[in-house]
């Protein structure tokens, strides 16, 4: 799995945690970066779960890349545990490279 694969996998944890209608924008053929500018635009094809009310666009932008960075460190952690510590090292410097 590529970095970015696994970027946008967190994204859409992150954005399916924070908005009512991820499936069907996917469906629609919009990727996670998709939504998320649509949700940077403040753009009423976005549903937001009520308990998740902000009062400005940043900082629900905000609180999906937070959530996005928690995701990525998690799904890293459970790789790293089903693939080993070599694995994980090499796939860093891959990254980096």
């Known amino acids: ?3 970015q694969e696994l970027r946008d ?3 859409q944890c992150s954005l399916e945690h924070h908005l009512c209608n991820v499936d069907d924008l996917l ?3 919009k990727t996670p970066p998709d939504i998320l500018t649509m949700v940077e ?3 009423s ?3 937001i779960y009520e308990p ?5 666009t940043s900082s629900l932008v ?5 959530m996005r960075g928690v995701n990525l460190y998690e799904f890293m952690n459970v790789l790293t545990m089903v693939n080993g510590e070599e694995w ?4 860093k410097q891959e990254v980096e490279s």
């Open 1 to 3: 799995m590529k970095y």
């Open 41 to 43: 635009e403040g753009n």
């Open 45 to 47: 094809g976005v549903v």
């Open 52 to 56: 998740y009310e902000y009062y400005e």
């Open 88 to 91: 994980a090292t090499n796939y």
């Open 9 to 11: 996998n967190a994204l």
């Open 62 to 66: 905000e609180s999906i890349e937070n």
């Open 27 to 29: 469906s629609e053929g």
